[in-house]
C-alpha cells in the first residue's frame, strides 16, 4: 500500500469549472507536504509546500489545504483552464524521506 | 540561469549497453536529486547529493546503477548494464535547501530494448 495516496487516478472538468484533488498520507514523523504540477513532457514544477502548522496555502487560483491530524490534504483548482491539464503529484516529505504520490491527471475540456 | 540542464533528452539502446545521463543544476544549488519516474510506481528518489556528496542513495535500485557528482556543476547516472526494466524518464532536480523547493529539469526518456 502507498504511503502516499491520490484521488481520483484521473478526472476530466469542462474549461471554467472548479475540481479538487484528494492526498491522503500514512507516514510519519511530518516535515511539509508539496503539491507538484506536471506537464506532458517536462518535470514537475512546485505548486504549494505547507509545513504542519499550515493548513491552508494559496498559488494564485490553486488552493491547497492540509490536516495534520487526519493525514490529509487537497489540492482546489478554481476556475479551470485549458492550462491546467497535466497532473498533480502530492508528495510528503519527513525526516531524511520524500514519498510521491503516483498523481492525479487532470483534463480540461473546452 | 536556464535551469536544470539533462541530457540527452531521449535515449534509446539496446539491454547490455551501458547508458550515462547528465545534469547540470542551477548554478548555487547545493542539493541534488536523481529521480526515475514510470507509469506504473511514479517518481521515485533515486539518490540525492549535498555538496557534491552522495548522502542517501537508499532509492538505488541496484548494483547496476551508479551516480556521481565531480564537480558542483555537473552530476551523471550510470546504468551499467541496461535492461528493459530500467526504460524510464530519469529526473534531476536541485535545491538550495533539502526540505524547500526543488527544480526540476525536462528529463531523459530512456529505452532499452
Known amino acids: 500500500k502507498n504511503q502516499v495516496e491520490q484521488s481520483p487516478q484521473s478526472l476530466i472538468i469542462l474549461e471554467g469549472k472548479n475540481c479538487t484533488l484528494q492526498c491522503n498520507y500514512t507516514v510519519s514523523p511530518f516535515s511539509n507536504l508539496r503539491w507538484y504540477k506536471q506537464d506532458t513532457g517536462r518535470g514537475p514544477v512546485s505548486l504549494t509546500i505547507m509545513t504542519f502548522s499550515e493548513n491552508t496555502k494559496s498559488n494564485g487560483r490553486y488552493t491547497a489545504t492540509l490536516d495534520a491530524d487526519t493525514k490529509q490534504s487537497s489540492l482546489h483548482i478554481t476556475a479551470s483552464q485549458l492550462s491546467d491539464s497535466a497532473s498533480y503529484i502530492c508528495?510528503?516529505?519527513?525526516?531524511?524521506?520524500?514519498?510521491f504520490g503516483t498523481g492525479t491527471r487532470l483534463l480540461v475540456s473546452p | 540561469d536556464a535551469g536544470v540542464i539533462q541530457s540527452p533528452r531521449h535515449e534509446v539502446t539496446e539491454m547490455g549497453q551501458e547508458v550515462t545521463l547528465r545534469c547540470k543544476p542551477i548554478s548555487g544549488h547545493d542539493y541534488l536529486f536523481w529521480y526515475r519516474q514510470t507509469m506504473m510506481r511514479g517518481l521515485e528518489l533515486l539518490i540525492y547529493?549535498?555538496?557534491?556528496?552522495?548522502?542517501?542513495d537508499s532509492g538505488m535500485p541496484e548494483d547496476r546503477f551508479s551516480a556521481k557528482m565531480p564537480n558542483a556543476s555537473f552530476s551523471t547516472l550510470k546504468i551499467q548494464p541496461s535492461e528493459p526494466r530500467d526504460s524510464a524518464v530519469y529526473f534531476c532536480?536541485?535545491?538550495?535547501?533539502?526540505?524547500?523547493?526543488?527544480?526540476f529539469g525536462p528529463g531523459t526518456r530512456l529505452t532499452v530494448t
Open positions: 508528495v510528503y516529505s519527513g525526516f531524511q524521506k520524500l514519498v
Open positions: 547529493f549535498n555538496n557534491n556528496v552522495p548522502i542517501d
Open positions: 532536480a536541485s535545491t538550495t535547501d533539502r526540505g524547500g523547493e526543488q527544480y
